[in-house]
């Protein structure tokens, strides 16, 4: 919010544009989502909104030493999240359709450019090290998790995690950009339709994945309000102010854990929304992004349940596995005070902090194939089953398992279980 109002300044706004824009991103869905879970999706529009701050410095000013902060900003946000590559892609394909492609031909390009490379080089090493596991992740998302959309729905799910209260606002800003007045800022909107190509021809149901792009659009609209509509200007404000605000406070329990599972599906059956992001989650009566957060420190107390159940010589040489990274960290979270044993996961990154030592004679299993393992150990017992109505499917009956008596190393055998997805 405070990065646009520094936007909405720089691009000559009054104190008025200044709120109206940080009000505007303030009451954007997709960054309440990402501001109310730990994760490290919230960063990514914060340092993008930075960047597009001093590029505008940069065209305003002809002044390529911009490309320094530049530089270290994407460094800093390639280490959050790898999808800055895009935005750095779009960024550099707006200059090349405009005459602004001058300032790609410098020294202070290149001082860019090392300054990112040598931010991201430990995590560059890392990958290599690992064999790409971030390519794997994305491959398998994108062929397994993720759910082809149509253009259509894939416009009107932006135009909703925008808010569309913000929508004249926004898509005023960027059809601004096509004026005399503002051309110097060009390379914005063909980064942004590039970006809007990406997602269509990618058929994405991810609406997030270009959220970063329209803090600057958000910026633009406000000052184009004032540029362009001097008579009508603070009527203008005044209305489109209360129109954000009250989308916002609309929309606001749908996107953040405000309301009780049974409130919430009253409420969004009446405001007839659905959202499906996820392949095995879709027609969920509570959207992903708060359904995945329903029901954890129970889940956490019925795995204690089964763990001290068990004889403390048993105990001593137990550890808890889970095949997703989800209930491996709410295990982890709350299991000190549960006084839960090691959790180890076998998802994702989860799986880079294995394998549980081979003295471990006794494993909690939490989603794991039972089927796929029955024949690795002595035993395996079915000990409780976790029941939770308002999670998402794959979480709703949750069965906990004691796998005794492994007939394998686990350190051999660890590299086999590794989920990327």
Known sequence: MFVTGLIARQLGGSLRSMLLSSLAVMVMPVLMVFGSFYSMNAYEPLLFTTIAFFVVKMLQQQNARYWLMVGILFGLGLQMKHTMVLYGLALVIGLLCT???KLLWNRWVIWG???????ILPNLVWEVVNRFPTLELYHNSFVYKNIPKPALQIIAEQIVFANPATFLL???GAVALLFASAKKYRPFLF????????MIAGHSSRPDRITSIYPFLMAMGTVSTEVYLRKWQRVTQLFMATLMLAGGIILAPLFMPLLPPASFKVYAAKLGIQFDIEAGKKGEPIPQWLADRIGWPEFAFEVAKVYHSLPLDEQRNTVIVSSNYGQAGALELYGP??????VYGTHNSFHSWGPPPDSVTTYIGVNIDVEGVKDMFESIEEA????????TRPQQIQPIYILRGPRFSIKKEWPKF????
């Open 384 to 391: 409780a089953v976790y029941n939770c109505a308002d999670c």
């Open 113 to 119: 450019f090392l300054a990112c490379f040598l931010i």
């Open 191 to 198: 980064a942004y339709v590039f970006l809007m190509v990406v």
């Open 170 to 172: 926004w898509f005023g």
């Open 418 to 421: 590794k989920i990327y997805g």
């Open 337 to 342: 005070q549960l006084g839960l044993p090691a």
């Open 99 to 101: 005459p602004q492609r």
